[in-house]
């Protein structure tokens, strides 16, 4: 994974399509769905973080530009 369409695709393999028009509230969403397949042990430890890291940093330069 290297960008958020990637953690988009990855979440749809789980059946998750997440868009509600905000682009933040996208964002939280997705980190939410992959807390919550991390928890459930359905998703690999290396994909969780990767993913993560790509989530947060993608939240933390929304919320620069504001």
Same mark, same amino acid.
């Given at each position: 994974?290297?960008?958020?369409?990637?953690?988009?695709?990855?979440?749809?393999?789980?059946?998750?399509? *997440?868009?509600?028009? %905000?682009?933040?509230?996208? $964002?939280?969403?997705?980190?939410? #769905?992959?807390?919550? @397949?991390?928890?459930?042990?359905? *998703?690999?430890?290396? %994909?969780?973080?990767?993913? $993560?890291?790509?989530?947060?940093? #993608?939240?933390?330069? @929304?919320?620069?530009?504001?």
């Amino acid at each position: 994974m290297k960008n958020t369409y990637d953690i988009q695709q990855f979440l749809k393999k789980f059946g998750t399509i *997440i868009y509600v028009g %905000d682009r933040l509230a996208d $964002l939280e969403l997705m980190e939410e #769905e992959l807390k919550e @397949l991390h928890q459930s042990q359905l *998703i690999e430890e290396q %994909d969780f973080q990767t993913a $993560l890291f790509i989530v947060r940093h #993608e939240i933390q330069q @929304l919320k620069n530009k504001e």
